[in-house]
């Protein structure tokens, strides 16, 4: 069995737990690969003992960034894990609008954001392209006022 040495790098790997609430990706690091049984070994971040993964369920991690990317589309690795963990991020932050492209993703904050919709938000994104201001739904608005002037 030939073994690939990783460089500890950060992974988000499938969380097998069927608990209700649990999270769909957790994060380890990548300890080696296993290119005959196209497995992986990642050390959960949690601690405890190192798993052994199908590869396909072993995703390397988006380089961090503070806040989180305001678009998806700048991950360097766009997958499903790095996408749900880009907006868990930004969520955090109360930052419940994020693109992926020209699409704009809502998360619902179920409670109030402050300045979230105060008319001088409004005024910022007026005339403005779309990705000139962070994410947001005036920002769409914008677009489809262009659009059909």
């Given at each position: 069995?030939?073994?690939n040495k990783a460089?500890?790098?950060p992974v988000l790997y499938a969380n097998t737990s069927n608990a209700a609430?649990?999270?769909?990706?957790?994060?380890?690091t990548l300890l080696?690969?296993?290119a005959a049984s196209n497995t992986a070994r990642v050390q959960p971040a949690t601690g405890g003992a190192p798993l052994k993964?199908?590869?396909s369920s072993v995703f390397l991690k988006s380089p961090?960034?503070?806040?989180?990317h305001p678009d998806n589309a700048q991950l360097y690795h766009l997958d499903e894990a790095n996408l749900l963990d880009n907006?868990?991020?930004?969520f955090a932050g109360d930052a419940i609008y994020t693109y992926t492209g020209t699409v704009l993703l809502a998360l619902n904050p179920?409670?109030?954001v402050g300045g979230l919709y105060d008319e001088g938000v409004m005024d910022g994104y007026r005339g403005r392209a779309l990705g000139v201001q962070p994410p947001h739904v005036y920002a769409i608005a914008e677009r489809a006022r262009r659009a059909i002037a």
């Open positions: 069995m030939a073994k460089d500890a790098e609430g649990a999270e769909p990706f957790l994060p380890g080696s690969t296993d993964l199908p590869r961090a960034c503070p806040g989180g907006l868990k991020v930004r179920y409670k109030s």
